[in-house]
């Protein structure tokens, strides 16, 4: 370890975090009174449709890094390896499918909440099951962003890590984290969430460079940290083994985990309404591109960190040190050992977790209000003007806001409970995008076959999803790497008391396993999402076909045509051709954004009018 004493926080390393918080507040501010306000509904969720591509791709970027990302990823490394980069390949498979396959169907329908495409192309009903689903789901996996159960956990088990480790002040934190961020999507709409997420990704990136930046130099170079992870056995990129019960391989994470994250980026809210809010549909398709590139970094800031815990660490692991009770502290036990006479850098490092956080947590209650609105309240109430729309809108974020400083909460009481939850609706992921496939892809799909492959793929996720719950799979079947602890002083000072959670791993007895546990249930949960997609898809053709599903009309709008994907190489000329060709034919188009311009607001406000668009 590079040094005896380990540091604690200091007034600078405040400071440095009420500044993060400061700024955002002062972001959401500002959106609420530029270019006259939030006037309608359609400014507040969408931000009137005049995003350009940059500050949306890196607002993608921020929200899909949470506090876990920042903790967890370099804690996975150190544990695992470095195959964990193979995700770099299917982030590229996920940003192809979600850009050429369903972004150009949401796009020219105009729609404000995906579900809204699940009634426009099925009936009312999957709507409601789809929003419902939604607003319970979290998304596939604890790393991602989503919904209200998901968004407690994300407020709090950071706090709770970087509270053990450096004692920052644990419900100060969850509370001023959850406040600022109510107050800034409240006041600001969707044009102040995207751009504190760019203030943020900038946050994130700083406190990811300053500890590899530091590391390197007590480490006296970058070769003496890939050279002890090569011997160490953390460079472990290839593994090719087929077995789908591995947890993670070259296929379990290429295949899997392209299911499972185009679930999120795909057909998920909060990551879909922000590309639809571009002002063109090249401007949609380049916040997605654009984003892979900040996705790959953040993939290789978090690579480069935990080789380098494992690099400083090799010797003496300080969670089987018992110097940290779980993995996801060993980046603050990291942070303050190498910072300890820098202040205000450990500050830095927390305000880059928090980001993550605050970025995560934004999108949420900014895609939980316009789900709410669109689906919820909009087709029930027809009689409201846009002004009080827009106060509604504001109030759900108010709302939903207050529900996640509450879960946070409910999570402090029964953590493992939750994270359970958290698994087991993280299943909702691949029914759901099984659902958006079928309408997309399939002509033939009708309401009764989308229906019952929805709840067939349901079943079965949950089926699994509740067997791995109860029977953890074996310790083979997840591969940790070898920890030492023969460099270790254990004589030191901070120790806690809390038990070496490795044990109760080990301990579970081996005698009651079913037959079903070591096959069937140690699945790799990123085959998760993929087997509720099949599953629904499978199902959902057949029960079509069956009930007559060749025999109905399905408008061209609704399905991804072939001219969807031959736009993209005549991209100057048709973007114009298709502006003007739907002049028309707007009504029944949906908006297609008019307000192609650089001006603000206003414009977009005026000229909907003059179209007479339903807005």
Same mark, same amino acid.
């Given at each position: ?51 350009? +591509?940059?500050?949306? +791709? ?28 193979? *995700? ?31 009634? !426009? ?13 939604? =607003? ?39 509370? +001023? ?21 760019? *203030? ?24 003496? =940290? ?8 953390? !460079?472990?990129?290839?593994?090719? @083994? ?54 790959? +970094? ?5 690579? #480069? ?14 969670? &089987? ?9 060993? &980046?603050?036990?990291?942070? !303050?050992?190498? *910072? ?40 029930? *109430? ?31 009481? &029964? ?74 002083? =254990? ?8 038990? @070496? ?14 037959? #079903? ?16 997609? !099949? ?24 399905? #991804?045509?072939?001219?969807?994907? #031959?736009? @993209? ?36 406000? @005026? ?9």
């Amino acid at each position: 370890s590079p040094s005896g004493t380990m540091g604690r926080f200091t007034v600078w390393d405040y400071v440095v975090f009420a500044a993060m918080l400061l700024v955002s507040a002062v972001i959401g501010i500002y959106y609420a009174f530029a270019g006259g306000g939030q006037k309608t509904s359609k400014e507040f969720l969408m931000g009137g449709r005049s995003m350009s +591509a940059l500050p949306v +791709a890196l607002s993608l970027t921020a929200s899909f890094m949470s506090a876990v990302t920042v903790l967890g990823t370099p804690a996975e490394i150190y544990r695992y390896g470095a195959i964990f980069c193979i *995700f770099a390949i299917t982030y590229a498979l996920v940003v192809l499918c979600s850009a050429e396959i369903f972004l150009p169907v949401f796009y020219k329908l105009g729609i404000t909440s995906t579900y809204e495409y699940l009634e !426009l192309r099925f009936n009312k009903y999957l709507r409601l099951c789809g929003t419902v689903l939604f =607003i319970i789901q979290t998304a596939s996996k604890p790393q991602s962003c989503s919904m209200t159960l998901y968004t407690g956990i994300v407020i709090y088990a950071p706090a709770l890590a970087l509270n053990q480790v450096t004692g920052f002040d644990l419900w100060g934190a969850v509370v +001023a984290t959850g406040v600022v961020c109510t107050f800034y999507c409240t006041l600001g709409g969707l044009k102040a969430v995207v751009w504190t997420d760019v *203030f943020q990704v900038g946050i994130m990136v700083a406190g990811f460079s300053s500890v590899i930046i530091r590391a390197v130099v007590v480490q006296e170079g970058i070769g003496r =940290i890939v050279n002890d992870s090569y011997y160490g056995g953390r !460079l472990n990129f290839w593994d090719f @083994n087929p077995n789908p019960l591995q947890r993670h391989t070259f296929w379990t994470i290429v295949i899997g985990g392209t299911f499972t994250w185009t679930g999120i980026y795909g057909v998920n809210q909060s990551q879909v309404q922000r590309y639809i809010a571009c002002k063109s549909r090249f401007h949609a398709k380049m916040s997605l591109y654009i984003n892979l590139v900040g996705l790959w +970094a953040i993939l290789a800031c978090a690579a #480069l960190c935990g080789l380098a815990l494992y690099s400083i660490y090799k010797d003496c692991d300080p969670w &089987m040190a018992k110097q940290v009770s779980a993995l996801d502290q060993l &980046m603050p036990y990291l942070v !303050l050992d190498i *910072f300890h006479d820098f202040p205000g850098l450990p500050g830095l490092f927390v305000a880059s977790a928090y980001s993550g956080t605050l970025s995560t947590v934004s999108s949420s209650i900014n895609a939980l209000a316009a789900v709410t609105v669109e689906d919820l309240i909009k087709p029930y *109430f027809r009689s409201l003007s846009e002004k009080k729309l827009s106060w509604i809108s504001m109030g759900m974020s108010l709302f939903y806001g207050g529900v996640c400083i509450a879960m946070a909460a409910l999570a402090s009481l &029964m953590g493992a409970l939750l994270q359970a939850a958290l698994s087991i609706f993280g299943m909702v992921g691949g029914p759901l995008l099984g659902l958006f496939a079928l309408g997309i892809l399939c002509s033939f799909a009708n309401g009764i076959g989308a229906f019952v492959g929805l709840v067939s793929g349901f079943v079965i996720s949950l089926w699994v999803g509740i067997g791995s719950q109860i029977y953890p799979p074996l310790p083979e079947r997840t591969k940790p790497l070898y920890l030492s602890t023969a460099g270790c002083n =254990i004589s030191s000072g901070n120790l806690t008391s809390t038990e @070496n959670p490795l044990t109760t791993v080990f301990t579970t007895p081996t005698a009651e396993r079913p037959a #079903l546990a070591d096959n069937w249930y140690s699945l790799s949960y990123l085959y998760f999402s993929t087997l509720g997609t !099949l599953v629904t898809v499978v199902v959902g053709i057949i029960i079509s076909l069956l009930t007559g599903g060749l025999k109905q009309n399905t408008d061209r709008k609704f399905l #991804l045509t072939k001219e969807d994907f #031959l736009s @993209n190489f005549s991209r100057s000329k048709s973007e114009t051709e298709v502006l003007n060709w739907k002049r028309f034919t707007v009504a029944a188009e949906g908006t297609d954004n008019p307000a192609f311009s650089h001006i603000e607001m206003d414009v977009a406000s @005026n000229n909907n009018k003059v179209n007479g668009l339903h807005i």
